[in-house]
């Protein structure tokens, strides 16, 4: 059963218990007040009776202001009962029983109704010497009109309840009808259209949130597929240049082997350049391998244990070696003692590539600037070069952190791309960040930041 469906007959049923309801309480109030009129004037009648000297004349003089249905008895004994008034032309609604001690005596308190062939609404007064006056009326009528009104009243119930059932109905289909789209939407994302749309036309403010809500999750779910796909596709173009760049040096290698390995005779100084190329193409492969493990290891693993590494110191030694590698660079150094916790080596790491960096793909006339201070409980390494840089394209994939970026050297100098992208995993793993911009020197800028051994948790 749908839920449309299932709150329409809830409130169906609803309304026609309470039309019910008040159906009846209303005919049982009609017959209520129609019965305590005529104890009211059975009360000032019998009120006044007692005021005379004789009721029983009173009664029989004063005829003409009295109810026309009116009766009354005069009851002798206990046992004999008298008519002294019955204006009723229908015998069939005069009094037809004997009334016994203890109707007299209830009905001496209060009006009663002596039930017989009819029933009759009476009050009794005693008059002395064993005598007993009963006035009455009867309630025939009333009990007529109560079961008329009663079944009027439930047949107006019914219709109300059918009218209401049927409201209820079409205002619940429509005000769930937001919630049927919802169901649709849902189905048409499971089915994995993503790029459907949800309109939030609902007059109902939860539900309105609920359309607001479904469709950020929707939007994030959206973001992550689309995520999730680029970064296959990057992954995948990420492996294909890695099987790149090891096929190439293994082709060297083959193909020098084998020269190296045939019969034929080889000149001396072939055979020194066969063995000078293969050495060198295993080194090349050696640090590819290397940087993929190192990669792999901080993507999967955290940290190990660490201790206070004087960052200013690391990057003081490694660019004070690019000035012996590289005479005529200008290098300027400004760096102060600055403490972090890390690992060691992996820090030495990052320093060594960016020197290695800047000695390998900047002409060595390039000016070179590197800066290490402490500033608001971080620490903040620069290094900036006067190279060529990196294109947009590259910069955008070196900020998402996703790719690589092909050959960033120029003539034989080879590149395998990994090595900003190693720095930045390296410094992500500290805690840190690592941002690569173009700088005022006109080349790439290294900006990276570390927490500072008292900040660091």
Not at 10 to 26: G, N, P, Q
Not at 308 to 315: A, E, P, T
């Amino acid at each position: 059963m749908t839920l449309s469906r299932r709150i329409s007959l809830v409130v169906s049923a609803t309304i026609a218990l309470t039309s019910f309801a008040i159906a009846v309480l209303a005919a049982f109030a009609g017959r209520a007040a129609a019965i305590d009129q005529v104890d009211e004037r059975l009360i000032e009648l019998r009120e006044a009776s007692l005021r005379s000297d004789d009721p029983v004349a009173f009664l029989l003089t004063e005829i003409g202001a009295v109810p026309s249905d009116l009766v009354a008895y005069l009851v002798v004994d206990d046992s004999e009962v008298l008519t002294l008034l019955d204006v009723s032309t229908d015998a069939s609604r005069r009094l037809s029983t004997a009334i016994s001690t203890a109707d007299l005596t209830g009905l001496a308190l209060s009006p009663g109704t002596l039930n017989g062939d009819f029933a009759t609404r009476a009050i009794a007064t005693n008059l002395g010497d064993g005598q007993t006056l009963v006035l009455g009326e009867p309630i025939d009528d009333i009990t007529r009109n109560f079961e008329r009104q009663l079944l009027t009243n439930l047949l107006l119930a019914i219709l109300i309840a059918l009218l209401g059932g049927g409201v209820s109905s079409a205002m619940t289909r429509r005000a769930l009808r937001p919630l049927r789209r919802i169901v649709a939407y849902s189905g048409e994302i499971a089915k994995g259209a993503l790029h459907a749309d949800l309109e939030h036309d609902s007059s109902a403010h939860e539900i309105r949130e609920l359309q607001s809500s479904i469709t950020e999750m929707v939007d994030s779910l959206r973001q992550f597929v689309e995520t999730k796909s680029r970064s296959e596709a990057d992954m995948r173009v990420f492996l294909a240049d890695v099987a790149h760049e090891l096929r190439t040096p293994l082709t060297t290698v083959r193909a020098y082997a084998d020269l190296l390995a045939s019969d034929e005779s080889v000149a001396p100084e072939i055979r020194s350049r066969a063995r000078e190329r293969i050495s060198h193409e295993s080194r090349r492969m050696s640090r590819l391998i290397d940087d993929l493990l190192l990669l792999a290891r901080l993507a999967s693993t955290s940290l190990g244990s660490t201790s206070r590494v004087d960052i200013g110191s690391l990057m003081s030694s490694h660019f004070s070696d690019l000035r012996v590698l590289d005479p005529g660079r200008s290098v300027e150094l400004h760096c102060d003692t600055c403490f972090v916790d890390g690992d060691p080596s992996l820090l030495e790491r990052v320093f060594a590539n960016l020197a290695s960096n800047v000695h390998r793909h900047t002409p060595e006339s390039a000016r070179v600037i590197a800066s290490c201070k402490t500033q608001n409980d971080a620490v903040q390494c620069v290094i900036e070069d006067a190279g060529p840089g990196l294109d947009d394209r590259q910069m955008r994939q070196l900020a998402a952190g996703t790719e690589r970026f092909g050959y960033l050297g120029s003539g034989d100098r080879h590149g395998t791309g990994l090595g900003l992208f190693l720095v930045a995993s390296i410094i992500r793993s500290h805690g840190g960040t690592a941002s690569f911009t173009r700088g005022d020197l006109g080349g790439l800028r290294v900006s990276l930041t570390l927490p500072s051994h008292h900040s660091a948790p």
